[in-house]
């Protein structure tokens, strides 16, 4: 399945799993969370198992960044696709502050600045 992905996204750090396509490394597949309290953001299926992260960049901080790529997924016939955001400290970067990286919209998504973070898929 290809999936055409958008978002603003705070940025987490993956240890392990794979980067299908160097022009996007911030889409890993598989790894594990090595900056538990930052947002991540991720597609988990059930068949074949496996964890799609899509905010995935080499360290964090109080930084916001825009990304729009395709990616392709593996899905079986029947499986569960569940979108998820997990943020070990209930905290994140605000999109809607005012900041050298802030303010992003997405065009055709949204035409104004919106508070927090957000996915398009």
Do not use: C
């Amino acid at each position: 399945m290809t999936l055409r992905i958008r978002g603003i996204f705070e940025p987490t750090t993956i240890t392990g799993g794979d980067t299908p396509d160097p022009e996007h490394p911030y889409f890993k597949v598989g790894g594990t969370v090595s900056t538990p309290d930052w947002s991540q953001w991720r597609i988990e299926v059930s068949e074949p198992k496996h964890t799609y992260w899509l905010n995935q960049y080499p360290s964090v901080g109080h930084r916001i960044y825009k990304e729009d790529f395709e990616a392709t997924i593996t899905v079986a016939a029947g499986s569960t696709v569940v979108v998820r955001v997990t943020d070990g400290n209930d905290r994140q970067i605000d999109n809607g502050k005012i900041a050298p990286d802030r303010q992003q919209i997405i065009a055709g998504v949204v035409d104004q600045p919106l508070p927090g973070q957000m996915l398009r898929l």
